[in-house]
């Protein structure tokens, strides 16, 4: 591990030693090379009414495939409403953990030496792998006040997770077709029996970023945190206005007979807002909830499903780990898992998607995000070996498991481009940017630069969006 991005991670004392003029406050800007590090870049948002007077929060965020600005983009308004810096690497992805601690390493340097940072409010968030990236930050530094992970929880190598000295605030996010979901819901459970403060805020998604309205949330429950210490806090904030987004959350949730979310959210408010609001209300709801005769026919429920779907994820895991020595080769040997067995499996999936049973249908989407989230990873494993051959294939049932994703769409692309197919990798860009991509930036992947005289992909590149610099 690369102790440096971790000891002088907040040398604060040192100053604004970069000049402020090359930073658009109240823009979003794309690509800031690092002062100590020209190759390492970060999509930046400052606020518009920024001042070297005052000390500011600031959130470091790292995203799976290194695409900087969509993050920034998702806590632009927040971080405008609010106050906050956020700073996210252009180079940190899914891959080695030296290669993320990097370009920690270099964006913390970079936001240390640029802005006049509160201390006592540094934070990490980040999504998927970027999330485990976030959270292992957190683990390791003490200087990091909170994270917001999203999609996913902790690093699978056990000195990067926390421990009973971990000090820091915790907002899980995830959605509940997330093949992650599960692992949140264990996440909670861990958390509470550590002591750390945490929070979980599920939504109606897959494997994705949340929103911005829901970003907002998890940085006014940080806010929340730190006025309940006696932090300064923003002059915008309210405790009003966090209180009442989640009693709507709950009170949705109760509407709707989802009785074990809807209790769950009522139980985190009282915890949340204890000395700080009326509860009455609260307290009421969750007596109520507490008392109804089909609470307990609805976590027991949930808890079959839940398992049911754990030893789904073991036969997952079990094919997946075949692969390698199979390289999903057709052949006469029937217990081997071919491309087609794991077409299969994705329509088997995709038919209980279908079913009137909402946790049923939920629960398939998540096996189905777990399968092209291991198919993705796998690609890219094979696409740095230079395994093109091997990495398309893989990418093929990633997108059969996922055919709508942006993320699949472009790595194919990329793929494509690398093996020297232009129309495919064409064609595939199109799909990409129907399905969802608006941003030129995109584009710029050196695997791109065979199809920049291409008149197709200037065609598509003028359709696409130029964020400022």
């Keep these: 591990m690369k102790k440096k991005a971790l000891t002088i991670l907040f040398c604060l004392i040192i100053g604004i030693l970069i000049a402020q003029d090359e930073v658009k406050y109240g823009e979003l800007m ?6 100590a590090d020209k190759n390492q870049t970060y999509a930046l948002y400052v606020p ?39 700073i996210s690497s252009n180079n940190s992805k899914n891959g080695s953990w030296d290669l993320s601690f990097t370009a920690a390493d270099a964006i913390f340097k970079d936001g240390a030496a640029r802005f006049n940072i509160d201390s006592t409010r540094i934070y990490t968030s980040g999504f998927s792998g970027g999330s485990r990236v976030a959270v292992t930050l957190a683990a390791i530094n003490k200087n990091i006040t909170g994270v917001i992970g999203c999609g996913a929880g902790l690093s699978s190598v056990q000195r990067y997770q926390p421990g009973p000295t971990s000090n820091f605030e915790y907002v899980g996010m995830v959605g509940n077709r997330d093949m992650n ?4 819901l264990e996440l909670e459970e861990k958390f509470d029996a550590m002591g750390i403060i945490n929070n979980r805020i599920t939504f109606a998604a897959g494997h994705q970023w949340p929103a911005p309205d829901q970003l907002r949330e998890a940085v006014y429950w940080l806010e929340l945190q730190a006025y309940k210490k006696g932090k300064q806090v923003s002059s915008a904030f309210t405790t009003d206005t966090l209180f009442q987004r989640m009693k709507f959350r709950g009170d949705s949730l109760f509407q709707i007979n989802r009785l074990v979310q809807a209790l769950d959210v009522y139980q985190q408010m009282a915890d949340d807002f204890e000395g700080q609001k009326n509860l009455e209300i ?16 609805y976590q027991k429920r949930d808890e079959r499903l839940n398992e049911r779907e754990r030893k789904y994820q073991v036969k997952i895991d079990e094919a997946f780990f075949e692969i390698r020595r199979t390289r999903l080769m057709i052949t006469n040997d029937s217990t081997v898992k071919t491309k087609e067995w794991w077409f299969r499996e994705s329509d088997s999936l995709q038919s209980v998607t279908r079913s009137k049973n909402i946790d049923k249908r939920n629960s398939a ?22 395994d093109y051959e091997m990495a398309i ?10 055919p709508e994703s942006v993320w699949a769409l472009w790595s194919m692309a990329k793929l494509q481009a690398k093996t020297e ?10 799909k990409a940017h129907r399905a969802g991509m608006k941003y030129r930036g995109s584009l710029r992947a050196t695997e791109f630069d065979i199809l920049r005289q291409d008149p197709r992909f200037i065609e598509l590149e003028s359709k696409l969006i130029v964020l400022n610099q």
């Design 181 to 184: 979901y599960l692992e949140h």
């Design 421 to 430: 197919n232009a129309d495919a990798a064409i064609n595939y860009l199109n």
């Design 48 to 86: 518009s009414y920024y001042s070297v007077e005052k000390k500011w929060p600031i959130i470091f965020v790292f995203e799976p495939a290194a695409r900087g600005p969509l993050p920034v983009g998702q806590y632009q308004q927040v971080a405008e409403e609010l106050g906050y810096i956020i």
């Design 393 to 402: 294939t893989l990418n093929e049932i990633w997108l059969y498991a996922d």
């Design 365 to 386: 989407y998540r096996l189905l995000n777990l399968i092209w989230a291991k198919f993705a990873t796998s690609s890219f494993d094979y696409t740095a070996r230079q």
């Design 30 to 35: 794309e690509s800031v090379s690092c002062e």
């Design 282 to 297: 609260i307290r009421k709801q969750v007596e109520k909830v507490k008392g109804m005769k089909q609470l307990k026919k």
